[in-house]
């Protein structure tokens, strides 16, 4: 039987960090994960709890508990991680990989998976928005010029061979998932604009409490934020070969625990059908395990893709044939995070997208 690959998650307190913990704890290609936190990292999150142990199975039995340690290079070198996923902000994500790339580690055969921004964007307009001030531009620059995209729909071609995968947000996902099969035939009269409204769960902003995230401010309520200013943004015009002025993305808080729903405005370029429409999705998505084509006027909704990796997608197509609207759904810590995650480490290595997601 082959060797196991082993793997270490740093950031495993966060929510992505542990729901990537508990899918590489019941992979059948992967030895138990290295769990792992920033030395100076609070353990607000789980220290009345008993932490720093995460159940990896999540039923919470003392033998499928593993401890939380302290990051280090060392350690790392130590236990032979092979793949190093990244659950951690986006300022350390880019201070990390490139300290691993100036300590030759990247080249003596480690990789990565970031599920942190810091690492999506080529374009400098577009990283404006995370305010990096990298200590070693040449070293960055070389990374970024690297770093493989991770959406394995569109990408599946580069992510076996990359050192380095940067795992797309959730709701670049959701949209650029729902766009790419109707820009990549040119039917979309993108000067009229596109629309997105997305909505996602609290889970999406993180697990570091704020005055936002509360549930006092979330219970009972729906509020728009980031409006032409959130930091997916960037990732979809660049995905989707877009301008600035192409697009409107508005995000929303929705108040349950996890889920992204996307709607999307579209003008068509000419007249189109019904069928002509889910053809084209269809045709685009073919052996596509993790997307789902919803029949015509079936729309999908965040109850049918919640605790799974995939995204669905359905569409209305108007009476005129012109005026198209998409709906797009997953859930923002699988298919938004930690199962892509694993979706691209199944990539990486040769094996079935499918393994150890459901």
Same mark, same amino acid.
């Given at each position: 039987?082959?060797?196991?690959?082993?793997?270490?998650?740093?950031?495993?307190?966060?929510?992505?960090?542990?729901?990537?913990?508990? $899918?590489?704890?019941?992979?059948?290609?992967?030895?138990?994960?290295?769990?792992?936190?920033?030395?100076?990292?609070?353990?607000?999150?789980?220290?009345?709890?008993?932490?720093?142990?995460?159940?990896?199975?999540?039923?919470?039995?003392?033998?499928?508990?593993?401890?939380?340690?302290?990051?280090?290079?060392?350690?790392?070198?130590?236990?032979?991680?092979?793949?190093?996923?990244?659950?951690?902000?986006?300022?350390?994500?880019?201070? $990390?990989?490139?300290?691993?790339?100036?300590?030759?580690?990247?080249?003596?055969?480690?990789?990565?998976?970031?599920?942190?921004?810091?690492?999506?964007?080529?374009?400098?307009?577009?990283?404006?928005?995370?305010?990096?001030?990298?200590?070693?531009?040449?070293?960055?620059?070389?990374?970024?010029?690297?770093?493989?995209?991770?959406?394995?729909?569109?990408?599946?071609?580069?992510?076996?061979?990359?050192?380095?995968?940067?795992?797309?947000?959730?709701?670049?996902?959701?949209?650029?998932?729902?766009?790419?099969?109707?820009?990549?035939?040119?039917?979309?009269?993108?000067?009229?604009?596109?629309?997105?409204?997305?909505?996602?769960?609290?889970?999406?902003?993180?697990?570091?409490?704020?005055?936002?995230?509360?549930?006092?401010?979330?219970?009972?309520?729906?509020?728009?934020?980031?409006?032409?200013?959130?930091?997916?943004?960037?990732?979809?015009?660049?995905?989707?070969?877009?301008?600035?002025?192409?697009?409107?993305?508005?995000?929303?808080?929705?108040?349950?625990?996890?889920?992204? $729903?996307?709607?999307?405005?579209?003008?068509?370029?000419?007249?189109?059908?019904?069928?002509?429409?889910?053809?084209?999705?269809?045709?685009?998505?073919?052996?596509?395990?993790?997307?789902?084509?919803?029949?015509?006027?079936?729309?999908?909704?965040?109850?049918?893709?919640?605790?799974?990796?995939?995204?669905?997608?359905?569409?209305?197509?108007?009476?005129?044939?012109?005026?198209?609207?998409?709906?797009?759904? $997953?859930?923002?810590?699988?298919?938004?995070?930690?199962?892509?995650?694993?979706?691209?480490?199944?990539?990486?290595?040769?094996?079935?997208?499918?393994?150890?997601?459901?």
């Amino acid at each position: 039987m082959a060797a196991k690959l082993k793997t270490a998650v740093l950031g495993a307190t966060g929510y992505s960090g542990m729901e990537l913990a508990r $899918l590489l704890g019941r992979h059948p290609r992967t030895d138990a994960p290295l769990l792992l936190r920033r030395n100076a990292e609070r353990e607000t999150d789980g220290a009345a709890a008993g932490l720093p142990h995460i159940s990896v199975n999540g039923n919470h039995r003392a033998d499928d508990n593993l401890p939380v340690q302290p990051f280090s290079w060392s350690a790392l070198e130590q236990r032979g991680v092979e793949l190093l996923f990244l659950a951690t902000p986006h300022a350390v994500s880019r201070d $990390l990989v490139t300290e691993a790339m100036t300590r030759g580690m990247m080249t003596r055969g480690l990789r990565i998976v970031d599920l942190s921004g810091a690492w999506r964007l080529k374009q400098e307009q577009h990283r404006a928005v995370y305010g990096f001030k990298d200590a070693n531009a040449k070293t960055a620059a070389e990374v970024t010029d690297c770093a493989v995209y991770g959406l394995p729909e569109l990408n599946a071609d580069q992510i076996p061979s990359a050192a380095l995968v940067a795992n797309p947000g959730c709701y670049a996902t959701s949209i650029i998932l729902a766009l790419a099969p109707l820009l990549s035939v040119g039917i979309v009269d993108c000067e009229r604009g596109i629309i997105s409204d997305s909505k996602s769960g609290v889970s999406g902003a993180g697990k570091e409490p704020t005055a936002r995230t509360h549930f006092v401010s979330v219970a009972d309520n729906f509020s728009a934020y980031s409006v032409f200013g959130h930091r997916h943004t960037g990732e979809i015009l660049e995905q989707l070969a877009l301008n600035s002025s192409q697009l409107i993305f508005t995000p929303h808080l929705l108040p349950i625990p996890r889920g992204i $729903l996307s709607t999307i405005y579209v003008h068509l370029k000419r007249e189109m059908t019904v069928d002509e429409i889910q053809a084209c999705f269809r045709d685009f998505y073919k052996g596509k395990r993790w997307v789902r084509i919803f029949p015509a006027s079936s729309l999908p909704e965040i109850q049918f893709s919640v605790h799974t990796n995939y995204c669905d997608l359905g569409f209305c197509l108007a009476g005129d044939g012109r005026r198209l609207v998409l709906v797009s759904c $997953l859930d923002n810590l699988l298919k938004g995070a930690a199962g892509q995650a694993v979706q691209n480490m199944n990539l990486m290595y040769g094996w079935d997208e499918a393994e150890g997601l459901q």
